[in-house]
């Protein structure tokens, strides 16, 4: 949608659920987590909608990504080992890091350099 709220259009499947989208640094790509057999996983698409890829795919729910300032990583929040942690991933979901060890974390985001990362942890 524009920035007066119309101009609306659907770029993923409808009757989805999907769930944080961002947009990446260049604006030519969107992420976003989406639940498929209750389960969520990361999609990265083109902005039009077109070609989206699943880059997560694991037995836990795989939520909140976030793309870094150069576009060449994503961080997310995965219970794919019980309680929710933050892991770092290069875009197209290779080389898959996880960042934190203990608690409940979520909701990463990139710091202003991309050299530092924030989490919600409950």
Same mark, same amino acid.
């Not at 119309?6 to 260049?26: A, C, H, I």
């Not at 961080?75 to 608690?103: H, P, W």
């Given at each position: +949608? !524009?920035?007066?709220? +119309? ?5 993923? +499947?409808? #009757?989805?659920?999907?769930?944080? %989208?961002?947009?990446? %640094?260049? =604006? ?6 989406? *639940? $498929?057999? #209750?389960? /969520? !996983? ?17 037995? =836990? $729910?795989?939520?909140?990504? $976030?793309? &870094?300032?150069? =576009? ?5 929040? &995965?219970? *794919? ?7 770092? +991933?290069?875009?197209? #979901? &290779? ?6 060890? !203990?608690?409940?974390? /979520?909701? %990463?985001?990139? =710091?202003? *350099? ?6 919600s942890r409950s």
């Open positions: +949608m !524009d920035a007066e709220g +119309m101009n609306q259009r659907l770029v993923t +499947m409808e #009757g989805s659920y999907n769930d944080s %989208p961002q947009w990446s %640094p260049k =604006g030519d790509k969107i992420c976003y987590a989406a *639940r $498929h057999d #209750g389960i /969520f !996983d990361v999609i990265v698409m083109d902005a039009n909608g077109a070609n989206p890829i699943q880059i997560t795919s694991n037995a =836990g $729910h795989n939520e909140n990504p $976030h793309c &870094s300032a150069d =576009g060449r990583k994503i961080i997310f929040s &995965s219970s *794919r080992e019980g309680k929710r942690q933050i892991y770092m +991933m290069n875009a197209d #979901g &290779s080389d898959v890091l996880r960042l934190t060890s !203990d608690g409940d974390c /979520f909701n %990463p985001s990139w =710091g202003p *350099r991309a050299k530092t990362r924030l989490a």
